[in-house]
């Protein structure tokens, strides 16, 4: 006959130490398999996607205070700096905004990359009819270009406006001086202008493809949807091409 012996509190401590480390290897393991799936990986672009378009209409928003003068527009960029001070050292706040976008960024890559191999590998053909290929979206087929575009631009942009090594002017903490120093070179003025460009053909068909990535999608909304995606392109495009169109036409000076 067995006896029940009392369980003393070490090793009732052990056993939680244990099923804790079980629950949580379970959730990394859940959270691996499903980003391997199509469906996890969809979610990831999805939700990077929706934190990139939040940063992207902000960013724009905020250098809208071009047209106010240097003084306003360098109180705007010392006013990040100061972001969470003195609870971070100063411009750490922000530093920690731009890892976590980096990060998203590069989840937004990795999946797209990985959703395009297994698509191709799910094909049993790589034809498609010159029918079907026509009649595809403009700003769908052009996704994986666009992104390229907009993810060189990204690295030429931090250079140029972030750290200064693109920019012979570069001016630490005067943002208004360095923009008008950059788009006053027209080559870089012209890159930033087809930057954005493909920027809002990205982000067209980014913010119309969203809403079915995470379920959301009914035919009674695709107008909608198609509304939305149409607006928020526009309003990126036109925000951010007006910056270099000023400078060179003297508008900004």
Do not use: C
């Not at 003084?71 to 530093?95: D, K």
């Amino acid at each position: 006959m067995a006896i029940d012996r009392p369980v003393t509190a070490p090793q009732r401590e052990d056993a939680e130490r244990r099923d804790t480390a079980v629950g949580r290897s379970r959730r990394v393991a859940f959270a691996v398999d499903f980003y391997r799936s199509a469906v996890g990986k969809k979610y990831v672009m999805a939700i990077t996607g929706i934190i990139l378009m939040a940063y992207v209409f902000a960013h724009m928003v905020g250098n809208l205070k071009i047209y106010l003068g240097a003084e306003e527009m360098n109180h705007y960029g010392e006013f990040l700096r100061q972001l969470a001070y003195p609870i971070f050292p100063h411009s750490g706040a922000l530093w920690i905004m731009r890892l976590g976008l980096l990060a998203a960024v590069i989840l937004h890559i990795h999946a797209a990359v990985a959703l395009t191999r297994m698509n191709r590998r799910s094909r049993p053909t790589k034809y498609a009819s010159k029918r079907d290929y026509i009649a595809a979206d403009f700003a769908a087929r052009t996704m994986r270009w666009t992104g390229w575009i907009v993810f060189f631009f990204i690295l030429f942009h931090l250079a140029d406006l972030t750290i200064g090594t693109a920019n012979p002017d570069f001016q630490h903490g005067m943002p208004y001086e360095n923009t008008v120093a950059s788009f006053q070179r027209p080559l870089v003025a012209i890159f930033y202008i087809v930057a954005n460009i493909a920027l809002g053909v990205h982000l067209y068909h980014g913010a119309w493809s969203m809403f079915q990535s995470l379920g959301w999608s009914r035919r009674r909304f695709n107008a909608w949807r198609r509304y939305f995606a149409t607006a928020f392109a526009a309003i990126i495009v036109v925000g951010n091409v007006s910056f270099p169109i000023a400078v060179m036409t003297g508008i900004v000076s």
